[in-house]
């Protein structure tokens, strides 16, 4: 492809991509192909020669679109959302443009100073600690395995970098029940060991209880354990559970233990100044994650961390070969040291787009008439149908189950599985499940960045067809 090319197949690609937002609603939502369906269709070995760019294209609309999800899709109410916006595609593309590797500040000093701009214009958005330093990461799994990392280093006294664990505590890290997977994940790797991660009960609202917790930790310093980090999270996955940060954060401090929160997805609420509480006791943490690409409109990957300690931070990722050293080092920020990778995409550029194009303003309106459309759904379906809320709707997920009467919880579970699978199939609407209580639980979340009222109500009418089916069936 030469310069000519690419300048006409780019201008043919927008055109696509705008068709592509505009009809988006055509395509079924989750994709309908089977296992191996799309691998069949892919040549088995790699072309000899260079393939024209108009076959290339018409591949992708004929093959690969068929086996995409579309999660832009208003009618994508499934796990949650991992948001695009037009001006964050935008970035994208200048981003995917220029190509740059944004190591360090030498190689791109715009995109680290705009990372650092980016990380106080979030601070100050959402009203987070002052002492609070952020940085870009990927995912909000990376940045739970930082944290884990940096406590781990903090507490050894930055030793088991370059020792190992020889002779080292046993320590011990805590979760509520209901946290994401990505703590055992990072407790792995951190090489703690996962019988080392606690899971600490959680209350009738899904949310950890703080004096188990203390009772967790006296327990396991009495049986010689050193209490690493708790990870405190502000909306868990399956039901946006609020753990009780100013609580547990007291249990830290008293026991000199890091607190970690992960706000992954609930965190783009703090925009809002009325739901500003769901952070309450935050200064007390010592590392804080959310991810802009869940229901911040910028698309994956971004995810923003927080620390208290930089230096911590830095102490536990710091590297620096020969090729690396620049005249600036003590002057700038090298990101390479403030996290796991050494390259680093340029991210900033798009949260910049962002928040710029929509304005403060005009993303908390829509994150209000997201809030709004979940108080909707659920009162229209507690009128309409016999249902279970499952537990209290904080944000803008609604987690519910039809609950006809004299159906046994096995029935239930089977009735609820049949309504979202139809859901599912039909093309419509895309929902997914989990278990609250050992009870199959229907989720619906609604952020998606272009959603409308006349979306949920779709979505409510299709419910009521769906369960009528499955009621003449029974
Ligand atoms: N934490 C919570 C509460 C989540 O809900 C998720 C994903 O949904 C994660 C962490 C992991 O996020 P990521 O995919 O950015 O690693």
């Not at 040549?43 to 579309?70: C, R, V, W, Y």
């Not at 505590?169 to 029940?177: A, H, N, P």
């Not at 009772?215 to 990870?231: H, K, R, S």
């Amino acid at each position: 492809m030469d310069i000519q090319a690419f300048r006409k197949n780019a201008h043919q690609m927008v055109d696509w991509m705008a068709d592509y937002f505009e009809q988006i609603e055509q395509y079924p939502v989750k994709s309908q192909v089977k296992p191996n369906d799309i691998y069949q269709l892919l040549p088995e070995t790699a072309p000899e020669q260079a393939e024209d760019f108009q076959a290339i294209f018409s591949d992708f609309q004929k093959t690969i679109l068929q086996g995409i999800t579309h999660w832009q899709s208003p009618n994508f109410f499934a796990y949650f959302p991992a948001n695009s916006s037009y001006p964050s595609v935008l970035a994208e593309m200048l981003t995917a443009t220029m190509g740059a590797q944004c190591m360090i500040w030498e190689t791109s000093p715009a995109a680290a100073e705009l990372e650092e701009r980016m990380m106080e214009w979030l601070k100050e958005m959402m009203g987070l600690p002052n002492e609070f330093v952020g940085v870009i990461q990927d995912t909000a799994s990376t940045a739970t395995l930082c944290a884990i990392l940096s406590a781990r280093e903090k507490a050894s006294g930055f030793t088991i970098n370059h020792t190992g664990f020889t002779g080292k505590e046993q320590f011990r890290v805590y979760c509520s029940s209901q946290t994401h997977s990505s703590i055992d994940k990072a407790v792995r790797i951190a090489g703690l060991g996962s019988d080392h991660l606690r899971k600490i009960e959680v209350d009738e609202h899904f949310a950890m209880k703080a004096d188990k917790l203390q009772a967790a930790i006296i327990e396991d310093i009495a049986n010689g354990f050193t209490p690493l980090c708790v990870v405190a999270a502000t909306g868990t996955t399956s039901s946006t559970a609020m753990d009780p940060i100013k609580m547990i954060g007291e249990v830290c401090q008293q026991h000199n233990v890091w607190l970690h929160v992960d706000a992954a997805y609930a965190g783009t609420a703090a925009i809002l100044p009325e739901k500003r509480w769901i952070l309450d006791g935050l200064e007390l943490a010592d590392s804080y994650v959310f991810n802009p690409h869940k229901w911040m409109f910028t698309n994956f990957d971004c995810t923003a961390y927080y620390v208290k300690d930089k230096g911590a931070l830095i102490r536990t990722f710091e590297i620096l070969p020969e090729y690396l050293k620049t005249k600036n080092d003590h002057t700038v920020n090298n990101y390479r040291d403030w996290g796991v990778q050494l390259g680093r995409r340029f991210r900033a550029l798009k949260l910049w787009f962002v928040i710029r194009s929509f304005g403060v303003e005009g993303i908390r309106n829509r994150l209000r008439d997201h809030l709004s459309y979940a108080t909707y759904f659920e009162q229209e379906i507690k009128q309409r149908f016999e249902v279970e809320i499952m537990t209290p709707t904080h944000l803008n997920l609604v987690c519910f189950r039809f609950k006809p009467t004299g159906l046994s919880e096995d029935a239930l579970e089977k009735y609820n599985q049949g309504i979202l699978d139809n859901i599912n199939k039909s093309g419509k609407a895309y929902l997914t499940h989990t278990k609250l209580d050992g009870k199959y639980t229907i989720r619906a979340v609604f952020g998606q960045t272009y959603l409308q009222k006349k979306h949920v109500s779709a979505l409510i009418s299709l419910l009521e067809e769906v369960n009528t089916e499955h009621t003449l069936k029974r």
